[in-house]
């Protein structure tokens, strides 16, 4: 092909074309397309770098929207960590073709669908709207790179496949983080619950407390049967339904997950906070326990949503063979960005120690549900944290 193409190759690609149709600026256009044409004629050739190419930019494009919503709009690292490395991951698959033929074969003015759109294209009612949008673009186009590559090369067709497999995943758990609702930042009392109440009287117990200002609550039960949790579970979220409280569950992902709740918390000694990643899939705020300032920062690191940080003080309901102590929370607040609770022996006596370190937020237990009126002083709790 040089100035011009023949006519009897111009109607093999385009058949829909007659004799006294003018082929596009693109076929007229001399291309040096490489020595492996694969299944394809020059002509062909030309037609499936056009492809890939555009789709290359588009799956591109729509991974950059996307680490750009994480970074600047959820100030989530986790999901733009995710979203960079399928965006390098991505650069490397487009780096097997030469990026030399398709910019020859790149022709924007020829482009028939430029001037197409529809409603949903052109307007976005929320700002959110923009990430489902996104991801759809770039699996859409990991497939078209996929089956327009099978043309030129099986081996790079095969690269985009498993790239394409990969991609449903990692912006599943992307999706998930960004368009899930983050921790309130009004939410700073967060109390532990177990199941040793009728189950009447728990219910009754998470309304009212729900009610007098706790924003969070833990189902932690070491004791309890898997059955016995779910079924707490389930009820304490029945009793918050209409407010503005949420439940983590204490360890057990599967339970959090089967139940609905808002979250996991995990220790240092239980599953690995990539583990608990991988199995919430995003679903689930992950919150983890920490004693010293290296694994609040690890946990932060590793896409924890927050963390518990102590012991602080001495505890009625749990011993600790050492405390970290406020020193601790200081050094916290200095370093992690995520939601920190202070965690261990805090009561209304000691709380404004508590809150001199930086820390806005406490997690608790026997200070309330000891208290002769539990509801009276998880309201206390609440109005000196909020004053802060």
């Known amino acids: 092909m040089v100035a011009a193409l023949a006519e009897h190759d111009y109607d093999s690609v385009n058949p829909a074309f007659g004799k006294d149709s003018k082929p596009s600026q693109l076929t007229i256009r001399h291309h040096k397309i490489g020595n492996r044409l694969g299944n394809c004629s020059k002509t062909e050739a030309e037609f499936v770098l056009r492809v890939l190419d555009a789709n290359a930019n588009r799956a591109a494009e729509g991974l950059r929207t996307l680490e750009d919503f994480a970074r600047l709009v959820r100030e989530d690292p986790v999901a733009a960590g995710l979203l960079k490395n399928l965006r390098h991951q991505l650069a490397s698959a487009v780096g097997k073709l030469s990026r030399a033929e398709r910019l020859s074969a790149r022709s924007a003015d020829t482009d028939g669908g430029t ?17 489902p949008a996104a991801c759809e ?39 998930l983080r960004l368009m899930r609702n983050s921790l309130r930042d009004s939410a700073r009392l967060y109390l532990l619950v177990d199941c040793s109440q009728e189950l009447d009287d728990f219910i009754e117990s998470i309304a009212t407390l729900a009610d007098a200002g706790v924003d969070l609550f833990q189902l932690r039960d070491k004791q309890a049967e898997g059955a016995t949790l779910l079924r707490y579970a389930r009820a304490a979220l029945c009793a918050m339904h209409g407010k503005q409280s949420e439940l983590i569950i204490n360890d057990r992902v599967d339970i959090a997950l089967a139940c609905g709740a808002a979250g996991v918390h995990v220790g240092q000694d239980d599953l690995p906070l990539d583990e608990v990643r991988r199995m919430a899939r995003g679903r689930l705020w992950i919150g983890v326990s920490t004693h010293d300032v290296d694994q609040a920062v690890a946990a932060e690191q590793g896409g924890a949503d927050y963390i518990g940080c102590g012991p602080t003080f001495a505890s009625t309901t749990k011993s600790f063979d050492a405390f970290s102590g406020i020193s601790f929370l200081e050094l916290v607040a200095k370093r992690v960005t995520i939601p920190q609770f202070a965690i261990g022996g805090i009561t209304l006596d000691n709380l404004a120690e508590v809150q001199q370190s930086g820390f806005t937020r406490i997690a608790v237990s026997g200070v309330i549900q000891r208290s002769g009126n539990p509801a009276e002083t998880a309201r206390a709790l609440k109005s000196q944290l909020s004053a802060t």
Request: hydrophobic share 35%.
């Open 137 to 175: 673009r770039v699996t859409q186009s990991l497939r078209c790179l996929e089956e327009y590559s099978k043309m030129l090369s099986p081996e790079i067709s095969s690269s985009f496949k498993q790239l394409r497999y990969h991609a449903y995943d990692v912006l599943a758990e992307a999706e």
């Open 115 to 131: 001037q197409i759109s529809t409603p949903s294209e052109v307007e976005r009612l929320r700002l959110s709207d923009i990430v």
